[in-house]
């Protein structure tokens, strides 16, 4: 019987092709359709035979789908030729002196695509910011990305090729390098495709902004923004504009996850109820205008370092040696010890955490002098499109 591997056009992912002729439905969700063997002979005479641009552009694309994702099929000289000059491309792009494209950015651990079936499909997304480049650098941002990853791989099972990574851990690959368009490009890439089922994560650790709002759609006057690597020359991401890439799409039966582990996050998803612990009841973060924060059906929930107007962290309080942002390893940390907690109980831990490491560490806690000399003590805020009773939603990625 024949079979062959084709890369889904719309995430990336290789899918195996068991027949000619019929459909097969990627774990995105994408159905791919193969033809006969005459007429896709006849396709790729006719793709390569446009010109050498057109030659050359095709094979780039097989070249640059990415490590996790790449043909099995040997490299032609026209497609090194290609890659090599779409990189530098990419490169000015990068530096502000020309205009790329973001292909791929498939995780490095696995090279093969999750098999397609009933089960619901998995993605997420992972920025780590450590501006190293720059006076105002972190030093606990990649480790918090290697928390999540783990813990999204081996607690809630997420497939290890459909978790994307944005770092500045290899300078040179600059298609994982977290600037403002990779991270873009990256959100619109998560919920791609998405159906009912799905669940997608989003997590940021690195510097969180806030500057005037000038639309009328914010509470308190301010828009909240996570800051790229490149933000001093191309710009902050606005909360208004994360909510219309990834929780406007959102249709019924799809889940969203935010975290976001930066100064300022409270409301990043810009959603329309934050959760008061105090009070054990939600509010409305609906403005006056009446600005749309809604989905399309589907729950967007975020879980934020601290409120809009506090600072968040980094610390070796916690881990004892390793820096790490103090939400992302507390909420890494408790999930793992109790994987069958409820939204109010990791809440509740979280804080308690907090107020144990300071007991026991006193005057010498870092944390603790670094948040009374910002007369803030940092609290985790829980947001969503929805309300739902918090001590009894069990929190699930």
Known sequence: MASKKIACPSCRQWVQMTLYGTQHRCVCGHVLTTHSAAAETQRETSVRGRGDHKGE??????????????TKESSSNNSSSSCSS????????????????????????????VPSGSQPNKRAL??????????????GTYNDVK?????????????ANCIRILSEDDPRDLERIPTK??????????VEGCQRGDSLVFYFSGHGLRQPDFKDDELDGFDETICPVDFMEEG????NDINETIVWPLEEGVTLHAIVDACHSGTILDLEHVYNPKLNAWKDNIPPSR?????????????????????????????????NGAMT???????????????????DEMVNYIKKINREKGNNSKFLRTVLRRKAIQEPMLSSSETFDVNLKKFVL
């Open 57 to 70: 552009r095709h094979s780039f694309r097989r070249c640059q789908i990415g490590r996790c994702f790449q």
């Open 126 to 139: 992972l920025c780590g910011v450590t501006y190293k480049q720059h006076k105002y650098k972190l030093k």
């Open 291 to 323: 600005a749309r924060k809604s989905t399309k059906g589907g729950l967007a929930i975020s879980l934020s370092a601290c409120e809009d107007d506090k600072m968040a962290i980094d610390t070796t309080d916690f881990s004892g040696k390793a820096m």
């Open 86 to 113: 779409s990189r530098n491309s990419f490169k000015q792009s990068y530096t502000g002196t020309g205009t790329g494209t973001l292909m791929s950015l498939p995780s490095s651990r696995s090279e093969e695509p």
């Open 147 to 159: 928390n999540m990853e783990n813990l999204l791989t081996r607690t809630f099972r997420f497939p």
């Open 236 to 239: 902050m991401i606005v909360d």
């Open 181 to 190: 368009k990779n991270i873009e490009n990256s959100l619109k890439w998560l």
């Open 329 to 347: 390893y507390l909420l890494t940390e408790t999930v793992r010890n109790k994987t069958d907690i409820t939204y109010g109980v990791l809440l």
